[in-house]
């Protein structure tokens, strides 16, 4: 390791001002790897945050091309990282080579959507209503509107996606496309990871000679609170626990200067499995259900938690074939100590409450957890359980029964906001299922029919959001070009000459953009 190694990312250089007693633990072994990072020190934190904030200026200055490029860069060094670097990423985590080099397409992938974004200039919600000099009573003058980036914006990463949820994935892909600098957290659960993804990062930045800062990375326990409470910091992107994101809202909440956050945190992903499907494919849903369930061991946020039906033969026979099912599967290792004893309390707390019945899975013991299937009496989720209502990371769901359909519609009623909302349903289900429709939209933010949550695709229409407490903020997105959103903020410019207008809302148009003039959209200058 060279000897600026576990040091800090501070405004395009390194800075070790702390004590280098942080270390990357191998997931399977428990052991120490080699290296050692450094804690940030308070100093650090401000240097960081102000560093992100001389750089603003002229990050947001740029052009969307350069910016586009800037991304484009980024994504060419992480693919172009090598085969130690997966084998990093694997020990770090305990996930397999193929999920790695999978997640690393996808992270490249979304750099790479935010770059066609800044190409079409979409982002930009250009409007310009020209002066009307003669309009009566009253002359209209020329006002004219388009979006800029918030300023600096802090970024906490997940533990279960460390690179597509990380250093260099969403928020940060979202950030930077709308021009704002990044002060990146880096997740202690996979520390070594995130140094080698800042630094082709931070390689991007010289290449396209990028400002110093537009980019930066610290390491440690307690700098999340000095970061959002920093002057400078804008905005923060967060994807983690409920009671984490919503420390980070309420810290924001209370500065002087109040900021969003775009908190992803907490979601059971409810699929609800008609009779008449259950009746023609009861099986196939079943086999279907419990891989979507212990799917990279259940460590998704739109892992599917909850199990919806109307009691019927069908459904009796299902909830059968289901346990089967999850009998058969195999422990698994999770990505840390902390993740493991998270899903062990959880499984706990299912096991001791009377109202629910432990169906399948075995004891939780050893170093791997186990999938577990669990049916809970509808009194439960009607009434309000909180247990129910939360999420329990790991391979683990519950079935309910429901008495019948008015039934399942008052139980949806009550539960929180999810990022996915999922309906297992024959055509003539779907055809009379407006109401459930209805009521799914207002819980979810992707509904899926005849599908599986697990999996979410990196394209222009995905939402990976939700209603609170799936998100903090419904009105965004973590996935897909729509991310972009979140850090903009619109500025009218009225009677401005065209020198001084923003080159997407200049009468030449410069960009080619398609904008909003006088109510009619065009591409065209304006004569």
Known sequence: MTSSAGQQFIGGARSGA?????????ALTGQKLPGAFYQASEGEVDSAALAASRAYP????????????????IAEELDALDEHFIELVSRETALPAARIQGERSRTSGQLRLFAQVLRRGDFYGARIDRAQPERIPMPRIDIRQCRMGLGPVAVFGASNFPLAFSTAGGDTAAALAAGCPVVFKAHSGHMATAEKVAEAIVRAAERCQMPAGVFN?????GVGEALIKHSAIQAVGFTGSLKGGRALCDMAAARPQPIPVFAEMSSINPVIV??????????????????????????FC??????????????????????????????????NVGTLHSYAKGVAALKGHTGIRHLAGAEQMGEQSWPQLFQADASL??????????EVFGPATVVVELADYDQLLAALSVLGGQLTATLIAEPQELASAADLVALLEHKAGRLLVNGYPTGVEVCDAMVHGGPYPATSDSRGTSVGSLAIDRFLRPVCYQNFPEALLPEALRDSNPLGLLRLVDGHYSREPIH
């Not at 002229?58 to 860069?73: D, H, N, V």
């Open 18 to 26: 702390g004590q280098a007693n942080l270390h990357s633990i191998d």
């Open 58 to 73: 002229a990050y947001r200055a740029l052009s969307g091309q350069r910016r586009a490029e800037f991304l484009e860069t």
């Open 217 to 221: 990375m610290i390491y440690g326990a």
């Open 274 to 299: 008609l009779p008449q499907a259950l009746a023609v494919r009861g099986e196939v849903i079943a086999g279907e259900l419990a891989a979507s369930v212990v799917l990279g061991c259940g460590q």
């Open 302 to 335: 739109t892992n599917p938690g909850l199990v919806l039906g109307v009691r019927s033969d069908a459904f009796g026979l299902f909830v059968e074939q289901l346990q089967a099912r999850m009998v058969d599967q195999p422990a698994q290792t999770m990505l």
């Open 381 to 390: 989720l009607l009434n309000g359980e909180p247990l129910l209502q939360e």
